[in-house]
């Protein structure tokens, strides 16, 4: 059995040599030679928000670059079938960048810090059931590639491939953007039509049993009208 004296004294030598250092996802502010951690920029996804919920979400962005954030309600449920949303941006400090409360809607807005923003959908106006609300989210970084890869560089031709290549990406985004927009009319578009379609067969189904219905109820009440009792000794027959 090993003491207890001895087993303390190592671990106080061991928490004065150092605590263990977790790996950061950022690169200290002296360190120019590492290149900076971004992971994924664009995201696009349909989410559920329950009755009277609020979702959010936190993108990382550095500075310097061009936050946008789009979104459109597809369906809803529930008897009000409210399909307006409150959509908020802040920032890694806590200030609200931006706010939108509409069916659609899309906020854009420059990273002046560099941190985690959040970004939140809230159900508040539909207590009796849910909505879901398609999102198109990311950062844009103009120009941060081509100032990197041109550092210690001096040739014309390249710097020209690069400004070129720089140009394209900058308008394959946003014909990206725009077909995401395009998605998500697409598929609003396609929830009403069903929601119309369904709606239209239930009530013709509801209209087609009432007539029938109301076609039995005369007939019965009709027939009534001319039935005839059979005579006895004591009554008469009925006119």
Request: hydrophobic letters at 40%.
């Amino acid at each position: 059995m090993i003491p207890l004296f001895p087993l303390a004294v190592i671990v106080g030598l061991l928490s004065l040599i150092g605590p263990a250092k977790s790996p950061k996802t950022e690169p200290l502010s002296g360190s120019s030679e590492q290149p900076l951690f971004r992971g994924a920029d664009r995201y696009d996804f349909a989410i559920v928000v329950p009755a009277g919920g609020t979702e959010c979400f936190w993108q990382f962005a550095h500075q310097s670059g061009y936050f946008y954030f789009s979104y459109e309600v597809q369906r809803t449920s529930g008897i009000g079938n409210d399909r307006h949303v409150l959509a908020t941006a802040n920032d890694p400090n806590g200030l609200q960048m931006g706010t939108s409360q509409d069916v659609r809607g899309q906020m854009n807005f420059p990273t002046k810090e560099t941190g985690f923003y959040q970004l939140c959908l809230s159900n508040r106006l539909n207590h009796f059931g849910f909505v879901q609300v398609y999102l198109n989210f990311g950062v844009f970084y103009e120009g941060f590639e081509t100032h990197q890869t041109r550092k210690g560089r001096k040739n014309d031709t390249l710097e020209a491939i690069e400004e070129s290549t720089r140009k394209l990406q900058a308008h394959v985004f946003h014909m990206w953007r725009f077909y995401n927009f395009a998605r998500m009319r697409k598929a609003a578009d396609y929830f009403i039509l069903q929601s119309n379609y369904n709606y239209v067969n239930w009530w013709s189904l509801a209209q087609s049993l009432v007539i029938v219905l109301s076609g039995v109820l005369q007939l019965y009440f009709l027939k009534r009208l001319f039935k005839v009792q059979p005579t006895t000794a004591t009554n008469k027959p009925r006119c």
